[in-house]
C-alpha cells in the first residue's frame, strides 16, 4: 500500500498527500489524513484544520482532528486561515523545514486534476519555489477565508520576489498570465502597503520598488 508506506519517506511525501486530500474518495482521504499524523511534521496541520473546517464528511473531520492532537493539539484552536497564512510566511523567509529535497536541481510542486482525479507533479526551478508556495498557501488561506487580507498583501510580495528571480514563471501560470505589478495595480492600496511595509521591514529592494511602481500607477 503506497500510502501506508509514505510516512516511511517523511517530510518529502507532505506537500503531495496535502494536495491529494481533495480526493472525493473518502477511503484513500482517510488514509492520506492518519499518514499525516504520523509523520507528524507541523506543516501539515494547516491542510489538515482545513478539512476539520470544510469537509462535508464526518469520519474525515474526527480523523482530522485526531492527526492534529498526534502532531500538535493546540492547533485545534488555530483558525485554518491562520495556519495557513502562517505556512505561506514560513515559505516566504525560506524555512529550513520546508526545504525541498538536496538530490536535485528542480523541485515539485503537486495540484490535485479534479477531472480526472489524480496528482499532477509539475517540476519548478528551485531558486523561486519558496516564494511560489507562499503564493499556493495564500490562495488557500483565501480559500479559508475570502476576507483574510493579510494574505492578498503576502501573495503580491511573493510575486514580486518571485520574479527578481529572473527564471521565466513556470508553466502552470498558463501562456498569458500576468505579471505581479498587473495583479498588484489591480489590489489596490490597502495590499501594496503591507506588501510594501514588508518589503522594507526585510530590506528587500526589489518587492518594495514593484510596491512604490504600483501604488504610483494607482494614484496617477
Not at 474525515?60 to 500538535?72: F, N, Y
Not at 483565501?142 to 503580491?156: E, N, Q, S, T, V
Not at 513556470?170 to 498569458?176: C, K, L, Q, R, T
Request: proline share 4%; net charge negative.
Amino acid at each position: 500500500n503506497i500510502i501506508l508506506a509514505l510516512p516511511q519517506i517523511g517530510r518529502d511525501s507532505i506537500r503531495p498527500l496535502a494536495a491529494a486530500l481533495q480526493t472525493k474518495n473518502t477511503a484513500v482521504k482517510a488514509e492520506i489524513i492518519k499518514a499525516l499524523g504520523r509523520i507528524g511534521y507541523p506543516q501539515s496541520l494547516a491542510c489538515l484544520k482545513y478539512i476539520i473546517e470544510n469537509d462535508d464528511s464526518a469520519g474525515s473531520i474526527e480523523l482530522a482532528r485526531q492527526s492534529v492532537r498526534q502532531i500538535d493539539s493546540a492547533a485545534l484552536k488555530i483558525p485554518a486561515v491562520e495556519l495557513l497564512y502562517r505556512l505561506a510566511e514560513d515559505y516566504y523567509y525560506n524555512a529550513e523545514s520546508l526545504a525541498p529535497a538536496e538530490d536535485a536541481d528542480f523541485a515539485n510542486i503537486w495540484f490535485w486534476d479534479t477531472a480526472g482525479q489524480r496528482l499532477v507533479r509539475q517540476q519548478v526551478d528551485k531558486d523561486y519555489f519558496n516564494e511560489l508556495m507562499a503564493m499556493r498557501m495564500c490562495e488557500w488561506a483565501l480559500r479559508a477565508d475570502a476576507g483574510f487580507g493579510r494574505a492578498i498583501g503576502l501573495w503580491l510580495a511573493a510575486y514580486f520576489k518571485a520574479e527578481a528571480t529572473g527564471v521565466s514563471m513556470p508553466d502552470y501560470f498558463g501562456p498569458a498570465y500576468a505579471d505581479a505589478i498587473v495583479y498588484a495595480t489591480t489590489a489596490g492600496p490597502e495590499y501594496l502597503h503591507q506588501a510594501l511595509a514588508r518589503a522594507i521591514k526585510d530590506g528587500n529592494a526589489y518587492v518594495a520598488l514593484g510596491a512604490v511602481e504600483a501604488l504610483a500607477r494607482t494614484a496617477s
